[in-house]
């Protein structure tokens, strides 16, 4: 096959519960010309073996896959990269195996790319609920980068891969990675990198990606890594070193200010060390206007010394 219309980078791990309904609406899909890119983090079922049994029974018509291993259990961020750094296709996107496309997703991106020029796809999503489906809006409604940081920063957008499909050479000239160590919202840190240097936007403004929410029981999204409270450290220290520029410092700030949040609500601090190392962030909080006064509070006492207290109003306040 000559150059990929899209590499397609699909990390796995544990995924083999749920891996069929993602390979079969890869098999659905009308673009020709697709690179899938498997990237196996050491998965200790039998999810690549599924992958290669799909495909002898399934063959692609003008696209192929392949699979490439991580050296050991490196977890997402360093699987994206490794499939990042194997592809070959014009434009590159993402798909995370507990989750499904529509026939048209990377036919529809693609074209509008094509014909856009552009950087940078977006389109919107299914959320998927164990009781119900949600169409979600996640194309920005602008073409303004900087404005697009903010959403993703204020938490408006997702800054997923999934739903944004990138020009390969793109990401090459802004010399984009997935920042090594950082496993928690590695994408939104992918995404900052790219859209700090103003790329061209389009929008596909239909869902096309369906997000599971509830049938992965290994997501990250529901589970503690060993690090995380380390990771969440770095990823407060990554996002603000990708957006030290001026230009970007409110959102930089909601950015961080929520990551403190989250690590208030996990982290085993004593009072004294939760101040040494987050009381620099407290304007941060002060000026986050997604935060309610209660939650400004919380986090006042916490980086002033208070820490335990804080965490016990909190707890108490949300069995209210």
Request: charged residues 25%.
């Amino acid at each position: 096959m000559s150059t990929p219309s899209v590499s397609v980078v699909i990390p796995v791990y544990k995924a083999e519960k749920y891996i069929d309904r993602c390979l079969e609406s890869l098999a659905r899909q009308t673009l020709d010309g697709v690179e899938y890119i498997f990237v196996n983090d050491a998965s200790p079922d039998n999810s690549i073996d599924k992958v290669h049994s799909f495909f002898k029974a399934t063959p692609l018509k003008n696209s192929t896959y392949r699979v490439v291993d991580n050296p050991g259990n490196r977890g997402v961020g360093f699987a994206r990269q490794n499939g990042l750094d194997h592809a070959q296709g014009k434009y590159v996107i993402h798909v995370d195996p507990d989750d499904w496309t529509e026939p048209g997703y990377l036919k529809k991106m693609y074209e509008q790319a094509e014909a856009a020029h552009a950087d940078i796809v977006f389109c919107d999503i299914f959320i998927e609920y164990s009781d119900r489906t949600v169409e979600s809006t996640q194309c920005p409604g602008t073409t303004d980068a900087r404005e697009i940081i903010d959403s993703l920063c204020h938490g408006r957008i997702l800054g997923s891969c999934w739903n944004k499909l990138v020009r390969r050479d793109y990401i090459k000239d802004c010399n984009a990675v997935f920042i090594p160590g950082i496993n928690v919202c590695e994408d939104v840190t992918f995404f900052l990198q790219l859209l700090r240097n103003n790329p061209r936007i389009a929008e596909m403004g239909q869902p096309l990606y369906h997000y599971d929410r509830f049938t992965n029981s290994n997501s990250i999204q529901r589970h503690l890594l060993p690090d995380h409270l380390d990771q969440d450290n770095r990823l407060i220290e990554t996002v603000g070193a990708i957006l030290s520029d001026s230009r970007f410092r409110s959102s930089a700030d909601a950015f961080r200010s929520s990551a403190l949040f989250h690590i208030f609500e996990i982290s085993p601090y004593s009072g004294a060390e939760f101040r040494r190392r987050y009381r620099h962030l407290w304007p941060a909080v002060a000026g986050n206007t997604k935060f309610s006064l209660p939650k400004k509070a919380i986090l006042w006492l916490a980086c002033h010394g208070l820490y335990r207290p804080a965490r016990a109003i909190y707890r108490t306040l949300k069995k209210a």
